[in-house]
């Protein structure tokens, strides 16, 4: 089957058979036993495991998988059913493990769908999720698609590679680049730090988009036991918390939170 997916050494199409994808030129990928394929090469791989671990994936697919960012979720898919054309190529730029993947592809009644992510552990479960789509191990700043080959780009919560969506979006094709609220998760930062700050809430133009809005998307969660653990795994802060802070939020039975996204709707010039 024809692929939207090009290789990443000459650029040229790839064709998805049934155990491997293959270009013209003989570049071949084998597919993963889950479905994937790894088209991240080795000099642009700058670590040996790249991206999230195991661990914070598999927290991550516990924790959007009980419908805690539901309201998020269906958000984008209102959205994408208004942006993405029938027929259209749809990219999930750092699709993670695939929960917005999904419900990407049940909106839009199975799309050509593809979703790249740097972390393996991460697309092995969202090949997993969805397996009509197509998700590959790769770099978002080398994206492996070719011009102007998707209608609607996703981002949410990964690196901004505005140059590689600029490349691969259409002209009028839609962007929808999802960040933090001000007081995203503000009752967990309190818990894990002394002196939390708000996240900074910006409007940003970038150039060869047009702006169209910036839609707001807020729900309050109780979140106990496994899953308040799950939550703090599968964000930053499980990185950066001092040692004190983890162990007063390992002392909670459960907490009230606040989660606020802003999906920043986009147009290709």
Same mark, same amino acid.
């Given at each position: 089957m024809n692929s939207l997916f090009v290789c990443p050494h000459c650029g040229g199409p790839l064709e998805r058979g049934e155990r491997a994808y293959a270009c013209p030129r003989g570049h071949s990928f084998d597919i993963a036993r889950e479905g994937y394929v790894h088209l991240l090469p080795a000099n =642009?791989?700058? %670590?040996?495991?790249?991206?999230d671990d195991r661990g914070m994936a598999a927290a991550r697919s516990r924790f959007l998988s009980k419908g805690y960012y539901a309201?998020? =979720?269906d958000? #984008? /898919?209102? $959205? %994408?059913? %208004? /942006?993405?054309?029938?027929?259209?190529?749809? #990219?999930?730029?750092g699709c993670g493990e695939g929960y917005y993947t999904a419900g990407l592809w049940e909106a839009l009644e199975r799309p050509r769908l593809a979703g790249v992510d740097l972390s393996r552990p991460s697309v092995r479960l969202a090949a997993r999720r969805v397996p009509g789509a197509e998700f590959a191990v790769a770099s978002v700043y080398h994206l492996p698609l070719a011009d102007a080959s998707a209608g609607l780009v996703l981002n949410c919560f990964s690196p901004l590679a505005l140059e590689e969506f600029r490349r691969v979006l259409r002209p009028g094709g839609a962007f929808l680049y999802v960040v933090p609220g001000a007081g995203h998760l503000w009752e967990l930062k309190q818990v894990l730090y002394d002196s939390p700050y708000p996240n900074k809430e910006e409007n940003i133009?970038?150039?060869?988009?047009s702006y169209e809005r910036v839609v707001p998307v807020e729900t309050v969660m109780d979140v106990a036991g496994e899953d308040l653990r799950d939550l703090f795994q599968m964000t930053p802060y499980y990185w950066k918390t001092p040692k004190a802070g983890a162990e007063r939020l390992a002392a909670l039975d459960? $907490? =009230?939170v606040r989660a606020e996204f802003r999906i920043h709707v986009f147009r290709k010039a």
């Open positions: =642009r791989k700058h %670590a040996k495991n790249p991206g309201p998020l =979720r958000a #984008l /898919c209102g $959205l %994408a059913g %208004a /942006c993405a054309g029938p027929g259209e190529g749809v #990219l999930d730029s133009p970038y150039e060869g988009f459960g $907490l =009230r």
